[in-house]
């Protein structure tokens, strides 16, 4: 049973964010070369041709950050600790400087009554164990259980909630299938050789973390429903649904690959790639599960006359579809349905069983400009947003009432960031960011949100701070 994931009668709320995202510093106290540094460095791979070596310079300014946090009024600050400023060869010498780092985020959130919860992998891989075959290679499955608990041993008397890997799919995927990502790869079925890995990483690194007395191991996933635009197109949705969540999910809960996922991707069949006692060590592995939703996706029997979805080589094996994108569309280009949300959260709590937590969701919106508001503070007008967390919000609470135990509701993102291939051209952010001098400014979404959580019954009691 879990011990310190949110237990009460409604809903946490929490601000997530991720290390390359936000943290800069690129260069700094010891931190080793990522694959994201790495790819950001191709001509062509972002879109503004930006890195994430300055991004919010969070590294410098966490304080200012966590104060944000805890003027919202949330309870909790996820954020996720960078594999090369821990480890930076990926094995072997660990950089001090990087856990002091961490020890020094985490006690200022505990200071300002902010809970904080520590993902262990949000996609940047040291460059070493990339050019060693990264993601493709067990031996990166077996470094990752080696820094989770270095990790853990620095931070585990005060982070109380961890997840292991943060949208696995992404990294294995669009990492290895189509190249979208970080490290750039267009294997094709490769993707499927980096999934299994990456699953194995969380089952090694479950399996001693809760040895060492972790109560509260997660795992979080970027779930989504597929709707099928006609009946022709059901048997593809199923695949693509096999591919994008229950290749995840099966190992969870029945430690196993089913029948429609080995026949989309063989090379889940190989005794030489999934060993004996693999899928049992993910089997019961996770105390909760976490889900990142953005948009449902709607695949049709591929038509010359519709657009393919950038992604669609991220599903290696499907058979050939293109997703219908409706309107209304955030800046990104995906659809808003909040129903999609309350659809994954109860699909995920009838397949798992498992406690749930909303890791991230949110829209990237064309902001306004930084204005003078009616109190004369600076502020953005971003009500397109505000009616997106609305609607969301709204979709949590009726899974909830549908039976999913839906615990809390983290926003994403705390702040405008690196947008990983998009650059800077999209922001996510409830708080802007300057491009130039890197000033926060709170938007109208940000403030929202904070009357929202003050209004809302807490499991804290908390409530906001004037930031």
Same mark, same amino acid.
């Given at each position: 049973?879990t011990?310190?994931?949110?237990?009460?009668?409604?809903?946490?709320?929490?601000?997530?964010?991720?290390?390359?995202?936000?943290?800069?510093?690129?260069?700094?106290d010891?931190?080793?070369?990522?694959?994201?540094?790495? /790819?950001?460095?191709?001509?062509?791979?972002i879109?503004?041709?930006?890195?994430?070596?300055?991004?919010?310079?969070?590294?410098?300014?966490?304080?200012e950050?966590?104060?944000?946090?805890?003027?919202?009024?949330?309870?909790?600050?996820?954020?996720?600790?960078?594999?090369?400023?821990?480890?930076?060869a990926?094995t072997?010498?660990?950089?001090?400087?990087?856990?002091?780092?961490?020890?020094?985020?985490?006690?200022?959130?505990?200071a300002?009554?902010?809970?904080?919860?520590?993902?262990?992998?949000?996609w940047?891989?040291?460059q070493?164990l990339?050019?060693?075959?990264?993601?493709?290679?067990r031996?990166?499955?077996?470094?990752f259980?080696?820094?989770?608990?270095?990790?853990?041993?620095?931070?585990g008397?005060?982070?109380?909630v961890?997840a292991?890997?943060?949208?696995?799919?992404?990294?294995?995927?669009l990492?290895?299938?189509?190249?979208?990502?970080?490290?750039?790869?267009?294997?094709?079925?490769?993707?499927?050789?980096? #999934?299994?890995?990456?699953?194995?990483?969380?089952?090694?690194?479950?399996?001693?973390?809760?040895?060492?007395?972790?109560t509260?191991?997660?795992?979080?996933?970027?779930?989504?429903?597929?709707?099928?635009?006609s009946?022709?197109?059901?048997?593809?949705?199923?695949?693509?649904?096999?591919?994008?969540?229950?290749?995840?999910?099966?190992?969870?809960?029945?430690?196993?690959?089913?029948?429609g996922?080995?026949?989309?991707?063989?090379?889940?069949?190989?005794?030489?790639?999934?060993?004996?006692?693999?899928?049992?060590?993910?089997?019961?592995?996770?105390?909760?599960?976490?889900?990142?939703?953005?948009?449902?996706?709607?695949?049709?029997?591929a038509?010359?006359?519709l657009?393919?979805?950038?992604?669609?080589?991220?599903?290696?094996?499907?058979?050939?579809?293109s997703?219908?994108?409706?309107?209304?569309?955030?800046?990104?280009?995906?659809?808003v349905?909040?129903?999609?949300?309350? #659809?994954?959260?109860?699909?995920?709590?009838?397949?798992?069983?498992?406690?749930?937590?909303?890791?991230?969701?949110?829209?990237?919106?064309?902001?306004?400009?930084?204005?003078?508001?009616?109190?004369?503070?600076?502020?953005?007008?971003?009500?397109?947003?505000?009616?997106y967390?609305?609607?969301?919000l709204?979709?949590?609470?009726?899974?909830?009432?549908?039976? #999913?135990?839906?615990?809390?509701? /983290?926003?994403?993102?705390?702040?405008?960031?690196?947008?990983?291939?998009?650059?800077?051209t999209?922001?996510?952010?409830?708080?802007?960011?300057?491009?130039?001098?890197?000033?926060?400014?709170p938007k109208?979404?940000?403030?929202?949100?904070?009357?929202?959580?003050?209004?809302?019954?807490?499991?804290?009691?908390?409530?906001?701070?004037?930031?």
């Open positions: 049973m011990q310190h994931l949110p237990a009460g009668p409604t809903l946490a709320f929490g601000a997530a964010t991720a290390a390359y995202q936000i943290e800069g510093a690129a260069r700094e010891g931190r080793g070369t990522s694959i994201w540094d790495t /790819f950001a460095a191709r001509p062509g791979a879109r503004d041709g930006r890195d994430g070596s300055v991004a919010c310079d969070s590294y410098h300014r966490f304080e950050d966590l104060d944000l946090v805890a003027g919202l009024g949330a309870g909790w600050y996820r954020f996720s600790v960078a594999w090369p400023r821990i480890v930076p990926g072997g010498a660990v950089e001090p400087r990087g856990l002091d780092y961490y020890d020094r985020l985490v006690d200022a959130a505990l300002r009554g902010v809970r904080p919860t520590a993902t262990l992998y949000h940047d891989l040291p070493p990339e050019d060693r075959g990264g993601w493709l290679e031996s990166t499955a077996e470094a259980a080696d820094y989770a608990m270095v990790v853990h041993d620095r931070l008397d005060r982070v109380r961890w292991t890997h943060n949208e696995p799919w992404c990294a294995a995927y990492g290895y299938a189509a190249g979208i990502h970080a490290p750039g790869r267009r294997e094709g079925g490769a993707g499927h050789r980096a #999934a299994h890995h990456l699953n194995l990483g969380h089952g090694l690194a479950a399996a001693r973390l809760h040895d060492a007395g972790v509260d191991l997660g795992i979080v996933h970027n779930l989504a429903p597929f709707w099928p635009e009946p022709a197109a059901a048997g593809a949705a199923d695949e693509l649904d096999a591919v994008r969540n229950r290749i995840w999910t099966g190992p969870l809960a029945e430690g196993a690959y089913d029948e996922l080995l026949r989309v991707a063989p090379e889940l069949a190989d005794p030489a790639l999934v060993r004996d006692g693999d899928l049992a060590l993910v089997r019961g592995s996770a105390d909760w599960i976490g889900v990142n939703y953005y948009t449902p996706f709607r695949p049709a029997l038509d010359p006359g657009d393919v979805h950038p992604e669609i080589e991220a599903y290696p094996g499907v058979t050939p579809v997703f219908v994108v409706r309107e209304p569309r955030t800046d990104i280009g995906w659809e349905d909040a129903a999609g949300l309350e #659809a994954v959260l109860v699909q995920t709590h009838e397949r798992t069983g498992l406690p749930i937590v909303v890791t991230e969701n949110g829209a990237a919106c064309a902001d306004d400009a930084v204005v003078a508001g009616p109190d004369g503070r600076p502020m953005v007008d971003d009500g397109d947003r505000i009616d967390l609305r609607e969301h709204a979709a949590t609470e009726a899974a909830r009432g549908a039976g #999913a135990d839906v615990r809390g509701y /983290f926003v994403w993102t705390l702040l405008d960031n690196f947008e990983w291939a998009e650059g800077y999209k922001t996510f952010g409830i708080v802007h960011l300057a491009p130039s001098t890197l000033t926060r400014t109208a979404s940000y403030h929202w949100l904070a009357e929202h959580i003050a209004s809302a019954p807490s499991e804290t009691g908390r409530r906001p701070v004037s930031p």
